[in-house]
């Protein structure tokens, strides 16, 4: 098919890559090229020097080992079918065989017209074919409020999951509650202590190991009008288990909000007393050793220990050295208890049950581990389905507080930690969720309460808002001064004419058809922050467009005498704004209308 089409939705990244499938068709029915090649690697994709052209592909490269070809003999005859298409002024090769595209000048007020008729969906893509994807994230033990400690993960998963599903895939978003375990024992003698607290007792200092934070109070106070004196003197055992179930149950609750105030919000929460009161550990163990990936062994003895203090133990192995691991993994402690790795592979065999692929987004302090769960998500999920299901872990490192360059005080809500609350009631939910994607997740970052909140260039939050903004008032300011529909009348009088787009402004209609592609090769990454660079980017562009105007009038987007030039100018702002809003609510964050 060409890709000069009146179907004013299809856009520019998709046409071309459709040109290149239908050249490539073109060659293996010539018998130029033998048929059923993968193509699953030929990308199209801006050069990185612009000069080179708009668009290349790499088609040509990819297939011409397959193909028992050369490179630059395939990439002719590849150029030869790519001249035919409308939309295509120039196919040139270059190197060894890749495939230099000059897109022509019309394609580019087409691809104007797909965004304006796609809207909201410009972007989107069918890539995720509907698959399923399980994305656990944020998975704080539930023993106090959500700090900055977890709102980078709980941002990166979020966002993640937006920029799935705007792909194509089904997301399943899980929050795992670490219910089980000597913390959450430590979180009910804690609340038993705040009970007592409640009931007049003096308790003085909070003692060395319990929770210290004020949250706790609320808990305790209810716990003393709803059970009145009755646990006040009782033996632990009477209580402890009670206090433990409600005090979870409340932090689960103030959890909730806590991420609801970022926007946050997950489709499922697994609770580990639950999988191990249903016996989840103890059937994957089963069915591992049925398959002879558990066996009983002897632990090697940890790295700087000797043989005299070191006495070996038979436990329950899982052989991960057959997965990659270093060394097999005991599933089971001496005293017969589950270790972390035990509950944490049972869990991931049930998350596995109802999903295609796995995402895990962990603290950069867990990187020891990963190994070893990628090891036993092969094995169970490899032995179950026949091959194992894709399994990725992200891992997110820390971020440094600072205020002014100076690291910020401690809450007196939390006891010893910035709380999620604290960061979004003062800066705003978007700006803590844009800020987060700025810099990779797996490098450090600074997050100083002024500078993100700083009216300047150097802040990419602004930057960007800024740009939205700025179109959002010009597009008000024609409205105001009654130019708009007469400037549209106009654009769509001379729309198609040669030349319509500036020079200037085709840099920034082809900084924005790359939405699509940075949507598709984001999700394919599972790097949301790419969409947060894009966007920078996309603004920078926007901005260096728009200061044409203040040295020459003529370059303004409302020129009162000029009504073509004005309505191409608005249809352009008004397209790059809804790019941008496009950009933003995949990272969970508004658009501003005004700054």
């Given at each position: 098919m060409s890709t000069q089409t009146t179907d004013k939705t299809l856009?520019?990244?998709?046409?071309?890559?459709?040109?290149?499938?239908?050249?490539?068709?073109?060659?293996?029915?010539?018998?130029?090229?033998?048929?059923?090649?993968?193509?699953?690697?030929?990308?199209?994709?801006?050069?990185?020097?612009?000069?080179?052209?708009?668009?290349?592909?790499?088609?040509?490269?990819?297939?011409?080992?397959?193909?028992?070809?050369?490179?630059?003999?395939?990439?002719?005859?590849?150029?030869?079918?790519?001249?035919?298409?409308?939309?295509?002024?120039?196919?040139?090769?270059?190197?060894?065989?890749?495939?230099?595209?000059?897109?022509?000048?019309?394609?580019?007020?087409?691809?104007?017209?797909?965004?304006?008729?796609?809207?909201?969906?410009?972007?989107?893509?069918?890539?995720?074919?509907?698959?399923?994807?399980?994305?656990?994230?944020?998975?704080?033990?539930?023993?106090?409020?959500?700090?900055?400690?977890?709102?980078r993960g709980a941002v990166v998963g979020d966002s993640l999951s937006d920029l799935l599903e705007f792909a194509g895939f089904a997301v399943i978003r899980e929050y795992y509650v670490n219910d089980a375990g000597s913390q959450v024992q430590t979180l009910g003698r804690s609340a038993h202590l705040r009970y007592r607290e409640a009931l007049g007792?003096?308790?003085?200092?909070?003692?060395?190991?319990?929770?210290?934070?004020?949250?706790?109070?609320?808990?305790?106070?209810?716990?003393?009008?709803?059970?009145?004196?009755?646990?006040?003197?009782?033996?632990?055992?009477?209580?402890?288990?009670?206090f433990r179930t409600r005090a979870v149950d409340a932090m689960m609750d103030m959890i909730r909000a806590d991420l609801a105030?970022?926007?946050?919000?997950?489709?499922?929460?697994?609770?580990?007393?639950?999988?191990?009161?249903?016996?989840?550990?103890?059937?994957?163990?089963?069915?591992?050793?049925?398959?002879?990936?558990?066996?009983?062994?002897l632990l090697e003895a940890p790295k700087g220990k000797t043989p005299e203090d070191w006495e070996p133990v038979e436990l329950p192995l899982f052989r991960s050295t057959q997965f990659g691991d270093d060394q097999d993994r005991p599933i089971k402690k001496s005293d017969g208890t589950w270790t972390y790795f035990g509950a944490d592979m049972a869990y991931h065999f049930q998350k596995a049950q109802g999903a295609d692929a796995l995402i895990d987004i962990w603290g950069a302090d867990h990187a020891g581990t990963v190994k070893r769960i990628k090891a036993a998500v092969a094995a169970l999920t490899g032995a179950e389905y026949g091959e194992p299901k894709p399994f990725d872990v992200k891992l997110v490192q820390m971020v440094q507080l600072l205020r002014d360059g100076e690291p910020v005080k401690m809450s007196k809500r939390s006891g010893n930690f910035i709380t999620i609350a604290d960061m979004v009631e003062e800066v705003g939910k978007g700006v803590v969720r844009f800020t987060m994607l700025t810099r990779k997740p797996e490098a450090q970052m600074d997050f100083d309460f002024a500078k993100v909140v700083e009216?300047?260039?150097?802040?990419?939050?602004?930057?960007?808002?800024?740009?939205?903004?700025?179109?959002?008032?010009?597009?008000?300011?024609?409205?105001?001064?009654?130019?708009?529909?007469?400037?549209?009348?106009?654009?769509?009088?001379?729309?198609?004419?040669?030349?319509?787009?500036?020079?200037?402004?085709?840099?920034?209609?082809?900084?924005?058809?790359?939405?699509?592609?940075?949507?598709?090769?984001?999700?394919?990454?599972?790097?949301?922050?790419?969409?947060?660079?894009?966007?920078?980017?996309?603004?920078?562009?926007?901005?260096?467009?728009?200061?044409?105007?203040?040295?020459?009038?003529?370059?303004?987007?409302?020129?009162?005498?000029?009504?073509?030039?004005?309505?191409?100018?608005l249809y352009l702002a008004a397209q790059i704004g809804q790019v941008i809003r496009n950009g933003l609510s995949i990272l969970g964050v508004e658009a501003a209308e005004r700054l």
């Open positions: 856009t520019i990244h998709a046409a071309i890559s459709a040109a290149v499938d239908k050249a490539l068709d073109a060659l293996e029915a010539a018998g130029s090229l033998p048929a059923g090649l993968d193509r699953g690697n030929v990308t199209v994709e801006p050069p990185r020097d612009p000069a080179h052209g708009d668009l290349a592909t790499n088609a040509a490269m990819v297939l011409a080992k397959p193909a028992r070809t050369n490179p630059r003999g395939l990439a002719e005859g590849l150029a030869a079918e790519l001249s035919k298409e409308a939309n295509i002024a120039a196919a040139e090769i270059a190197g060894p065989g890749f495939i230099n595209l000059r897109i022509a000048p019309s394609a580019w007020e087409a691809e104007l017209d797909a965004i304006a008729a796609l809207g909201d969906a410009y972007g989107r893509s069918a890539m995720g074919a509907g698959q399923t994807v399980n994305v656990e994230y944020v998975s704080a033990n539930p023993t106090g409020p959500m700090h900055m400690g977890h709102c007792e003096d308790i003085g200092e909070i003692p060395e190991g319990f929770y210290p934070g004020d949250y706790l109070k609320p808990i305790g106070a209810k716990l003393a009008e709803e059970f009145g004196a009755q646990y006040k003197d009782a033996p632990e055992s009477e209580w402890l288990d009670l105030m970022l926007g946050i919000h997950h489709d499922l929460f697994s609770s580990e007393a639950k999988l191990q009161a249903e016996g989840k550990p103890e059937a994957a163990e089963a069915f591992l050793r049925e398959k002879g990936l558990v066996y009983d062994g009216a300047s260039k150097d802040n990419p939050v602004f930057y960007v808002q800024y740009a939205h903004a700025r179109i959002a008032s010009v597009l008000r300011k024609a409205a105001e001064a009654g130019l708009a529909d007469k400037a549209e009348a106009a654009r769509i009088q001379s729309w198609g004419n040669e030349g319509i787009l500036h020079t200037d402004e085709q840099v920034l209609m082809k900084q924005a058809a790359q939405f699509p592609r940075v949507v598709e090769q984001a999700a394919r990454a599972r790097e949301p922050h790419r969409i947060a660079f894009f966007l920078m980017d996309l603004a920078a562009a926007f901005h260096a467009l728009w200061n044409q105007g203040n040295d020459d009038p003529a370059r303004r987007f409302i020129v009162e005498d000029d009504m073509v030039n004005t309505g191409v100018r």
